[in-house]
């Protein structure tokens, strides 16, 4: 199974600022099945990145996605106080994994 | 609008069976892959089990091999998952999902709101 670690756990910034989520995958992850969601309390995720880089329907260009291999990140630019959430990264290979989550604070 | 509502859920005593079903509008059901993934605090998003779009080909984490069973009624636009010989490892919130296949990429794209299973005497 394909392990996925992201860091920080959480990452307490303010509005405006930038941040940078981490997913680090104990195996190759191919970058069309790295995938990364956005969770509220109460909700249900949403899909924010697909093919570690493309921004899903609907999705504000603050939020980018870039990586490969065993490393990718999520970096939301311009932070607003409706991003605090937990997100996850997700692959797929022989089966589907879960990153643990980063929560962001604002 | 498309949407995915979950229910089905509830209380169950250890050793039980339940049946949750998810009901799709909005699109085109028959077309889509569909998935379980259940979430609970400790263990965080796991992935339960997936069924192809004519429901002629299923999976599932080995966790619930054996014991659960996907599948759908195209023609209701509804995926089911009956769960049999539960156990307190099972109680967690259950969403269905939508899986999207793009040239892009891979990821499920659509989500329903969730339903509770709690599994206890």
């Known amino acids: 199974e394909n392990v996925l670690t992201q860091s920080p756990g959480t990452l307490s910034l303010s509005p405006g600022e930038r941040a940078t989520l981490s997913c680090r995958a104990s195996?190759?992850?191919?970058?069309?099945?790295l995938a990364w969601y956005q969770q509220k309390p109460g909700q249900a995720p949403r899909l924010l990145i697909y093919g570690a880089s493309s921004r899903a329907t609907g999705i504000p260009d603050r939020f980018s996605g870039s990586g490969s291999g065993t490393d990718f990140t999520l970096t939301i630019s311009r932070l607003e106080s409706e991003d605090s959430a937990v997100y996850y990264c997700q692959q797929y290979g022989s089966t589907y994994t879960f990153g643990p989550g980063t929560k962001v604070e604002i | 609008e498309v949407q995915l509502v979950e229910s089905g859920g509830g209380l169950v005593q250890p050793g039980g069976s339940l049946r949750l079903s998810c009901a799709a509008s909005g699109f085109t059901f028959s077309r889509y892959w569909m998935h379980w993934v259940r979430q609970t605090p400790t263990k965080g998003l796991v992935w339960v089990s997936r069924?192809?779009?004519?429901?002629?080909?299923?999976n599932y984490a080995d966790s619930v091999k054996g014991r659960f069973s996907i599948s759908r009624d195209n023609a209701k636009n509804t995926l089911y998952l009956q769960m049999n010989s539960l156990s307190a490892e099972d109680t967690a919130v259950y969403y269905c999902a939508r899986l999207s296949v793009t040239t892009g990429g891979v990821a499920f794209d659509v989500w329903g709101q969730g339903t509770m299973v709690t599994v206890s005497s």
């Open positions: 195996q190759s992850v191919s970058s069309s099945y």
């Open positions: 069924i192809n779009s004519d429901g002629s080909t299923t």
